[in-house]
């Protein structure tokens, strides 16, 4: 009876043992779980809020809002303030007080380019005629003033002229632009009369018109 007894309480204690592992191993289990699953849930509730104290980048300006080009200004002027081919006069006598020519064929006595009536343009045919230059083919007339300007040998030779420069005539009229500068091709060449020193002047700066000009606008 003594024998049966310790085996009985051997196996109770053995049972006690095995029911103590196991409640531990399921404390532990749990434990774990609950440290991996809370882990993902506090990340996740986690936000980060990013500071308005530092620098904001991105657009600022609505969707669908087109940008302004650098420099640009809504205010700026048109560039049509500029010289263009039906603004560009040729100044006879380079002098702002007579009228100004538009494309002139300058037929009848020319379209004088010198104060002293010296140098004319002549049945011309303008092939270019812009805001930055004019050229046209004719016969350019010159005076060989000799003896004298009065009394000299007006020779017409055929030449290609280009009309170039021009410069703003400030009025209260419509804007208008004057060529003050001219070049010239002769085909034919020039006679002896109007070479070397009495080659006419190629290039030409209408100075004195230049002058004028600067004056007006000053005024």
């Known amino acids: 009876m003594v024998e049966i007894t310790k085996v009985l309480r ?8 095995s029911l103590a592992c196991v409640a531990v191993l399921l404390t532990a289990c749990t434990s774990s779980t609950g440290s991996a699953a809370s882990s993902p849930a506090s990340t996740a509730g986690t936000v980060s ?43 006879p006598e380079q002098s702002l007080n007579a009228t100004l020519l538009h494309e002139p064929a300058c037929g009848g006595f020319g379209c004088a380019l010198s104060g002293d009536s010296t140098a004319f343009l002549f049945r011309m045919t303008w092939t270019t005629w812009s805001g930055a230059e004019a050229v046209g083919a004719g016969n350019y007339k010159l005076d060989d003033c000799n003896p004298d300007c009065a009394g000299g040998h007006v020779y017409s030779v055929a030449t290609v002229v280009t009309l170039s420069q021009p410069v703003k005539v400030c009025s209260s009229a419509d804007p208008r632009w004057v060529w003050t500068h001219a070049s010239f091709t002769f085909p034919d060449g020039l006679p002896k009369a109007l070479q070397g020193q009495n080659a006419p002047q ?18």
């Open 10 to 17: 051997t196996r109770q204690v053995a049972s006690w043992a």
């Open 49 to 91: 809020t990013p500071s308005t104290s530092g620098p904001v980048t991105g657009p600022t300006t609505p969707p669908g809002t087109p940008a302004s080009s650098p420099g640009t200004s809504a205010s700026s002027p048109s560039l049509a303030a500029g010289p263009t081919g039906a603004s560009t006069f040729l100044a």
């Open 202 to 219: 190629n290039p030409w700066t209408f100075s004195p018109l230049i002058t004028a000009a600067q004056q007006a606008c000053a005024s």
